[in-house]
Nanobody, 118 residues
Framework: VQLQASGGGLVQAGDSLRLSCAAS????????MGWFRQAPGKEREFVAH????????SYADSVKGRFTISRDKAKNTVDLQMNSQKPEDTAVYYC????????????WGQGTEVTVSS
């Protein structure tokens, strides 16, 4: 499984940004696809996930109502739409894949950096 994240950049507080993760290497039936982030000096944290088959989603409380995760089965992509961004959203964002919702995330992309200025 290969995951390629893109779309990071520098934005101002209140702006929007859309991250994309291109997934390849196999079919993703039953997989869970997630976005995580790691801010400077902090541990990596969960942001959101989506199940490949049904598109069920879950979000961290810190991003609920502002971020939206989606997947495109035809393109094999998983996107993270980030609206109303805050300086505390500044982090390196990683996409990841797990064989199921109850499995560990075994496959990780290389990360894309997001900086939100105040």
């Amino acid at each position: 499984v290969q995951l390629q994240a893109s779309g990071g950049g520098l934005v101002q507080a209140g702006d929007s940004l859309r991250l994309s993760c291109a997934a390849s290497g196999r079919t993703f039936t039953n997989y869970a696809m997630g976005w995580f982030r790691q801010a400077p000096g902090k541990e990596r944290e969960f942001v959101a996930h989506i199940t490949w088959n049904l598109g069920s989603t879950s979000y961290a409380d810190s991003v609920k109502g502002r971020f939206t995760i989606s997947r495109d089965k035809a393109k094999n992509t998983v996107d993270l739409q980030m609206n109303s961004q805050k300086p505390e959203d500044t982090a390196v964002y990683y996409c990841a894949a797990a064989r199921s919702l109850s499995s560990r995330y075994l496959f990780w992309g290389q990360g894309t950096e997001v900086t939100v200025s105040s």
